[in-house]
């Protein structure tokens, strides 16, 4: 079974401090790993993901993630907070060699709050 | 359409009665995805569509919910008899084929959800 874990329901930081928003994995085979953002009465919009090769990938609005295999992690970073990031974040994985399935598991998500 | 479309944004309904959910996904979008996003429970998968295949239904709580996609586009989810702890934001998303999808692109794309309201 696949499952994803982000152990902060919200993260307070200052405007224009890096932010880290955490995530950590488990899977049978190799990830697929994701992270999406919601803002209030929206949908999740896809943010940047992980499939192979270099472990930090980069997506939308600035934001970076780092893959660490051997802690099976995946945090979401970015090196200055804006207040417009305020939302709430998912990540989510898909294990895609062990026949998980089509679909994506999601962490039950973070609260980001960026503050003046 | 531009986007994944969703109706009602909104429902409000007594507990026992029936209701219909209604999925526009992105013209040419062969995957179609039903989650439920509680407070607090982060989003919960309960069924996917893939072209003609026989849908995913490991995620649904119970048999009291259902799906049905038509013709490979439009699906329809019917909770019958709700009950109070159905309340929550049903989100349905829409992809081009998963395996190319999700290695190439990695992108679902999310309508904006119906909220349901169980009194």
């Known amino acids: 079974a696949q499952s994803v874990a982000q152990p902060e329901d919200q993260v307070n930081v200052a405007e224009g401090n890096p932010l880290t928003v955490k995530c950590t994995y488990s899977v049978s085979g190799n990830p697929y790993l994701f992270w999406y953002v919601q803002y209030p009465n929206r949908g999740l919009q896809f943010l940047l993901k992980?499939?192979?090769?270099?472990?930090l990938v980069k997506g939308s609005y600035g934001f970076e993630a780092e893959f660490n295999k051997s802690q099976t992690s995946f945090h979401l970073k970015k090196p200055s907070a804006l207040v417009s990031d305020s939302a709430l974040y998912f990540c989510a994985v898909r294990d895609f060699f062990t026949g998980g399935g089509n679909k994506l598991t999601f962490g039950t998500g973070t609260q980001l709050k960026v503050e003046l | 359409g531009a986007g994944v479309s969703q109706s009602p944004s909104n429902k409000v309904t007594e507990k026992g009665k029936d209701v219909e959910l209604r999925c526009d996904p992105i013209s040419g979008h062969t995957a179609l995805y039903w989650y439920r996003q509680s407070l607090g429970q982060g989003l919960e998968f309960l069924i996917y569509f893939q072209g003609n295949s026989a849908p995913d239904k490991s995620g649904l709580p119970s048999d009291r919910f259902s799906a049905e996609r038509t013709g490979g586009s439009v699906s329809t989810l019917t909770i019958q008899r709700t009950q109070q702890e159905d309340s929550a934001v049903y989100l349905c998303a829409s992809s081009s084929d998963p395996h190319r999808a999700l290695r190439d692109t990695g992108e679902l794309f999310f309508g904006e959800g119906s909220r349901l309201t169980v009194l």
């Open positions: 992980y499939i192979t090769g270099d472990n």
